[in-house]
């Protein structure tokens, strides 16, 4: 007989253990780890353990990943606040740079915007070039991945050279876009094309909306 013919008799007779219940204890099978001989019985109990193990380790995740949602959601709020309270262009500039910098860690962070009818004499405030333009407009979500876009990286100075990712973030008046939240790190993963954006798409909408109230 062979061993597939074994597998269909056994599923098509249930009760075959019913008719021979000292069976069960007597069929031995190779331990999973060390290969001796065990029981069926135990064999079971292993898998039982070995499924609950993993069912804890998913659970003990999920939670580390509410856990570290529930940080961001406060760095979040904590941003928010300071950009409520800030009453000039330069107020938001500043709560822009420190709270991303400080707060979420971020080692580059640069603010660019253009189509403005406010200009001001700082870096901000920037003559960009059409492909930037269609780049920045053609963004449906914040970019993230490797550091490229070499117009981009000149806002990063020297450091530019360092760089290894970056999420570019831009800014919207309704559908049209004046400019754009740039972060750079010099670690490859810490902004990755599969990272969710959820986050950093708020920060965008919080930093668009509080640049406009002071330039208009």
Known sequence: MQAQEIHDFLLAHPEFFEDYPDLLSQITV????????????????????????????????????????????????????????????????????THLQDDFAVPHVRLRIWNSILKRESDEFIDASEELRFFAADLRQPYCGPAQFPEILEWF????????????????????????????????????????????ERIGDLVGAAVLKQIG
């Open 30 to 97: 190779p331990h999973p780890q060390n290969g001796q001989a065990i029981s069926l019985t135990e064999r079971q109990l292993l898998t039982l353990r070995e499924k609950l193990a993993q069912v804890q380790g998913k659970l003990s995740e999920l939670v580390g990943f509410g856990e570290e949602n529930d940080i961001i959601a406060e760095k979040v709020h904590r941003l928010c606040l300071s950009l409520l309270l800030a009453e000039s262009f330069e107020l938001v500039n500043h709560v822009v740079y």
């Open 157 to 200: 100075g020297e450091s530019a050279a360092h760089l290894a990712s970056l999420a570019l973030i831009p800014l919207r008046r309704d559908a049209q876009v004046f400019g754009m939240l740039a972060l750079g790190s010099e670690d490859p993963q810490r902004f990755f094309p599969e990272m969710g954006t959820m986050y950093v």
